[in-house]
Protein backbone atom coordinates (compact mmCIF):
# COMPACT_ATOMS: atom_id res chain seq x y z
CA UNK A 1 0.00 0.00 0.00
CA UNK A 2 1.39 3.63 -0.76
CA UNK A 3 1.89 5.81 2.14
CA UNK A 4 -0.45 8.79 1.21
CA UNK A 5 2.01 11.07 3.73
CA UNK A 6 4.11 12.71 1.29
CA UNK A 7 2.14 14.89 -0.52
CA UNK A 8 0.72 16.36 2.86
CA UNK A 9 4.60 16.62 4.08
CA UNK A 10 5.01 18.49 0.28
CA UNK A 11 2.28 21.20 0.94
CA UNK A 12 3.36 21.37 4.69
CA UNK A 13 6.90 22.47 3.77
CA UNK A 14 5.78 24.30 1.02
CA UNK A 15 3.47 26.62 2.73
CA UNK A 16 6.07 26.69 5.73
CA UNK A 17 8.77 28.33 3.21
CA UNK A 18 6.34 30.54 1.76
CA UNK A 19 5.46 32.27 5.37
CA UNK A 20 9.04 31.94 6.53
CA UNK A 21 9.91 33.72 3.07
CA UNK A 22 7.40 36.57 3.92
CA UNK A 23 8.58 36.99 7.58
CA UNK A 24 11.28 39.49 7.37
CA UNK A 25 9.02 42.00 5.36
CA UNK A 26 5.68 40.89 7.32
CA UNK A 27 5.38 44.17 9.43
CA UNK A 28 5.27 46.80 6.01
CA UNK A 29 2.17 45.93 6.02
CA UNK A 30 0.28 48.69 7.95
CA UNK A 31 -2.35 46.10 9.53
CA UNK A 32 0.57 43.57 10.13
CA UNK A 33 3.00 45.47 11.53
CA UNK A 34 0.71 47.85 13.52
CA UNK A 35 3.69 50.39 13.39
CA UNK A 36 1.35 53.61 13.11
CA UNK A 37 -0.50 54.45 16.47
CA UNK A 38 -3.88 55.10 15.49
CA UNK A 39 -3.60 51.55 13.24
CA UNK A 40 -1.89 50.06 16.61
CA UNK A 41 -4.75 51.87 18.58
CA UNK A 42 -8.07 50.92 16.94
CA UNK A 43 -6.47 47.26 17.05
CA UNK A 44 -6.01 47.45 20.61
CA UNK A 45 -9.85 48.84 20.83
CA UNK A 46 -11.23 46.12 19.17
CA UNK A 47 -9.29 43.44 21.07
CA UNK A 48 -9.87 45.35 24.19
CA UNK A 49 -13.87 44.75 23.66
CA UNK A 50 -13.20 41.19 22.34
CA UNK A 51 -11.32 39.85 25.22
CA UNK A 52 -13.06 40.08 28.43
CA UNK A 53 -11.05 41.41 31.25
CA UNK A 54 -8.32 39.39 32.45
CA UNK A 55 -5.40 38.18 33.05
CA UNK A 56 -7.23 35.29 30.70
CA UNK A 57 -5.38 32.35 28.96
CA UNK A 58 -5.37 32.95 24.88
CA UNK A 59 -3.98 31.27 22.09
CA UNK A 60 -3.04 33.50 19.01
CA UNK A 61 -3.34 30.81 16.17
CA UNK A 62 -1.36 31.77 13.46
CA UNK A 63 0.11 34.19 15.11
CA UNK A 64 2.58 35.51 12.48
CA UNK A 65 5.02 38.27 13.52
CA UNK A 66 3.17 38.60 17.17
CA UNK A 67 1.73 42.11 16.66
CA UNK A 68 -2.05 40.98 18.62
CA UNK A 69 -0.19 38.83 20.64
CA UNK A 70 1.86 41.77 21.98
CA UNK A 71 -1.35 43.97 22.38
CA UNK A 72 -2.86 40.96 24.38
CA UNK A 73 -0.31 40.09 26.60
CA UNK A 74 0.02 44.38 27.13
CA UNK A 75 -3.47 44.21 28.28
CA UNK A 76 -2.47 41.75 31.27
CA UNK A 77 -3.31 38.41 29.51
CA UNK A 78 -1.26 35.07 29.51
CA UNK A 79 -0.51 34.38 25.71
CA UNK A 80 0.25 31.56 23.83
CA UNK A 81 1.32 32.06 20.16
CA UNK A 82 1.58 29.63 17.74
CA UNK A 83 3.06 29.87 14.12
CA UNK A 84 4.01 26.90 11.56
CA UNK A 85 6.63 29.22 10.16
CA UNK A 86 9.66 29.01 12.71
CA UNK A 87 10.90 32.80 11.30
CA UNK A 88 7.35 33.77 12.24
CA UNK A 89 7.86 32.73 15.57
CA UNK A 90 11.58 34.33 15.79
CA UNK A 91 10.20 37.98 14.98
CA UNK A 92 6.83 37.03 17.31
CA UNK A 93 9.70 36.54 20.73
CA UNK A 94 11.86 39.19 19.19
CA UNK A 95 9.14 41.44 19.83
CA UNK A 96 7.55 40.72 22.53
CA UNK A 97 11.31 40.27 24.08
CA UNK A 98 12.14 43.86 22.66
CA UNK A 99 9.00 45.13 24.70
CA UNK A 100 9.84 43.73 27.67
CA UNK A 101 6.81 40.82 27.93
CA UNK A 102 6.12 37.73 28.38
CA UNK A 103 4.36 35.37 25.82
CA UNK A 104 4.98 31.96 25.15
CA UNK A 105 5.42 31.41 21.43
CA UNK A 106 5.61 27.57 19.62
CA UNK A 107 6.11 26.18 16.12
CA UNK A 108 3.39 24.10 15.28
CA UNK A 109 0.25 23.58 13.16
CA UNK A 110 -1.92 26.19 13.78
CA UNK A 111 -4.97 24.06 13.09
CA UNK A 112 -4.14 21.76 15.87
CA UNK A 113 -2.22 23.70 18.35
CA UNK A 114 0.91 21.48 20.06
CA UNK A 115 -0.66 23.11 23.26
CA UNK A 116 -1.48 19.47 24.96
CA UNK A 117 -4.28 19.49 27.65
CA UNK A 118 -4.66 23.04 28.22
CA UNK A 119 -7.67 25.17 27.53
CA UNK A 120 -8.30 28.36 26.96
CA UNK A 121 -10.76 31.47 27.49
CA UNK A 122 -9.93 33.05 24.36
CA UNK A 123 -8.95 31.34 21.05
CA UNK A 124 -7.68 34.70 18.18
CA UNK A 125 -6.86 33.36 14.57
CA UNK A 126 -6.80 36.27 12.41
CA UNK A 127 -6.18 36.10 8.33
CA UNK A 128 -5.88 32.15 8.87
CA UNK A 129 -8.84 30.19 7.60
CA UNK A 130 -8.52 30.64 4.10
CA UNK A 131 -4.85 29.11 4.45
CA UNK A 132 -5.95 25.92 5.82
CA UNK A 133 -6.45 22.47 3.64
CA UNK A 134 -9.11 21.21 5.91
CA UNK A 135 -10.23 24.72 8.01
CA UNK A 136 -13.90 23.20 9.28
CA UNK A 137 -11.51 20.22 11.12
CA UNK A 138 -9.64 23.32 12.31
CA UNK A 139 -12.66 25.16 13.88
CA UNK A 140 -13.62 21.87 15.35
CA UNK A 141 -10.66 21.20 16.79
CA UNK A 142 -10.14 25.32 18.43
CA UNK A 143 -13.60 24.87 19.89
CA UNK A 144 -12.48 21.72 22.16
CA UNK A 145 -9.53 23.65 23.20
CA UNK A 146 -11.84 26.47 25.07
CA UNK A 147 -12.84 26.36 28.64
CA UNK A 148 -16.46 26.62 29.64
CA UNK A 149 -17.87 30.30 28.64
CA UNK A 150 -14.79 30.74 26.15
CA UNK A 151 -14.95 32.86 22.92
CA UNK A 152 -13.70 31.89 19.50
CA UNK A 153 -13.03 35.17 17.93
CA UNK A 154 -11.98 34.56 14.07
CA UNK A 155 -11.14 38.15 12.02
CA UNK A 156 -11.49 37.06 8.14
CA UNK A 157 -12.66 38.43 5.27
CA UNK A 158 -12.74 37.67 1.09
CA UNK A 159 -9.68 39.08 -0.19
CA UNK A 160 -9.06 41.12 -3.54
CA UNK A 161 -5.60 39.31 -3.44
CA UNK A 162 -5.15 36.20 -1.63
CA UNK A 163 -1.09 36.17 -1.57
CA UNK A 164 1.47 38.56 0.15
CA UNK A 165 1.96 41.90 -1.74
CA UNK A 166 1.15 40.66 -5.03
CA UNK A 167 2.91 36.74 -4.59
CA UNK A 168 1.09 34.26 -5.66
CA UNK A 169 0.63 31.48 -3.03
CA UNK A 170 1.68 28.51 -2.45
CA UNK A 171 1.28 25.51 -5.69
CA UNK A 172 -2.18 24.56 -5.83
CA UNK A 173 -3.60 26.97 -3.51
CA UNK A 174 -6.83 26.77 -5.85
CA UNK A 175 -7.55 23.59 -3.94
CA UNK A 176 -7.63 25.24 -0.92
CA UNK A 177 -11.41 25.08 0.15
CA UNK A 178 -11.50 28.64 1.61
CA UNK A 179 -8.92 30.12 -1.03
CA UNK A 180 -8.87 34.04 -1.27
CA UNK A 181 -11.06 34.11 1.94
CA UNK A 182 -14.43 33.49 3.22
CA UNK A 183 -17.68 35.31 3.78
CA UNK A 184 -19.05 36.26 7.01
CA UNK A 185 -22.30 34.27 5.91
CA UNK A 186 -20.76 31.31 4.68
CA UNK A 187 -18.30 31.26 7.99
CA UNK A 188 -21.27 31.97 10.88
CA UNK A 189 -22.71 29.01 8.90
CA UNK A 190 -19.95 26.75 9.59
CA UNK A 191 -19.61 27.66 13.30
CA UNK A 192 -22.75 28.03 14.62
CA UNK A 193 -23.57 24.48 15.15
CA UNK A 194 -20.41 24.23 17.14
CA UNK A 195 -20.46 26.92 19.53
CA UNK A 196 -23.52 28.79 21.94
CA UNK A 197 -23.97 31.90 20.30
CA UNK A 198 -22.31 33.87 17.12
CA UNK A 199 -22.12 36.98 15.95
CA UNK A 200 -20.52 39.03 13.12
CA UNK A 201 -19.06 42.40 13.63
CA UNK A 202 -18.15 43.91 10.32
CA UNK A 203 -14.54 46.23 9.97
CA UNK A 204 -14.32 46.75 6.12
CA UNK A 205 -15.64 50.87 7.29
CA UNK A 206 -12.74 51.34 9.52
CA UNK A 207 -9.71 52.29 7.48
CA UNK A 208 -7.67 52.78 10.20
CA UNK A 209 -7.43 49.09 11.04
CA UNK A 210 -5.99 48.54 7.19
CA UNK A 211 -3.69 51.45 7.04
CA UNK A 212 -6.48 52.83 4.39
CA UNK A 213 -9.99 52.44 2.56
CA UNK A 214 -10.44 48.90 1.65
CA UNK A 215 -13.41 47.84 -0.65
CA UNK A 216 -13.06 43.88 0.27
CA UNK A 217 -14.99 42.11 2.94
CA UNK A 218 -13.31 42.07 5.91
CA UNK A 219 -15.27 41.16 9.23
CA UNK A 220 -15.31 39.61 12.62
CA UNK A 221 -16.99 36.60 14.06
CA UNK A 222 -17.10 36.31 17.77
CA UNK A 223 -18.64 32.65 19.27
CA UNK A 224 -19.01 31.76 22.59
CA UNK A 225 -18.62 28.06 23.66
Known amino acids: MTDPSPAPAAASAAITDYWDAAASAFDDEPDHGLRADETRNAWAGLLHSWVPSGPLD ?14 LAEAGHRVTGVDLAPRMIDEARAKLTAAGLAARFLVGDAANPP ?8 LLSRHLVWTLPDPEA ?17 IEGRWREAGQQGVPYVPEAESLPWNGG ?19 EPLSGNPHLWGGPVTDERYALIGRA
Request: glycine share 12%; proline share 3%.
Open 138 to 154: ALREWVTRLRPGGRLVL
Open 58 to 71: VLDAGCGTGSLSLL
Open 115 to 122: TGDQRFDV
Open 182 to 200: IGAEALAATVRPLVADVRV
